[in-house]
Nanobody, 121 residues
Framework: VQLQASGGGLVQPGGSLRLSCAAS????????IGWFRQAPGKEREGISC????????YYADSVKGRFTISRDNANNTVYLQMNSLKPEDTAVYYC???????????????WGQGTLVTVSS
């Protein structure tokens, strides 16, 4: 089970980025996929999750209304569209897979490497 997160970069405040989480070695549609982030000096936090079957989604209050999670099972990829980015969104972003729809880090077994998002003018 391997996950690969990509799409990070440097963006100005108010800008947008789309992160991708691609899976290899397994079918992504059997798993709930979560996005987490870790800002410098802070603990990793769960910011979004999408379920397997009915497409239920979860967003942390800090990103609600600005970020959108979606899945493309045909391409075995989950996306995180991030709009209206703020400097406080600067962090390393990770995706992870779980059999459970959750925002808790401990519920996720398989993790991709992180992708750095920097929001700065």
């Amino acid at each position: 089970v391997q996950l690969q997160a990509s799409g990070g970069g440097l963006v100005q405040p108010g800008g947008s980025l789309r992160l991708s989480c691609a899976a290899s070695g397994f079918a992504l549609d059997y798993y709930a996929i979560g996005w987490f982030r870790q800002a410098p000096g802070k603990e990793r936090e769960g910011i979004s999750c999408i379920s397997t079957s009915d497409g239920s989604t979860y967003y942390a209050d800090s990103v609600k209304g600005r970020f959108t999670i979606s899945r493309d099972n045909a391409n075995n990829t989950v996306y995180l569209q991030m709009n209206s980015l703020k400097p406080e969104d600067t962090a390393v972003y990770y995706c992870a897979a779980s059999f459970k729809f959750s925002s808790w880090e401990s519920d996720f077994d398989s993790w991709g490497q992180g992708t750095l998002v920097t929001v700065s003018s």
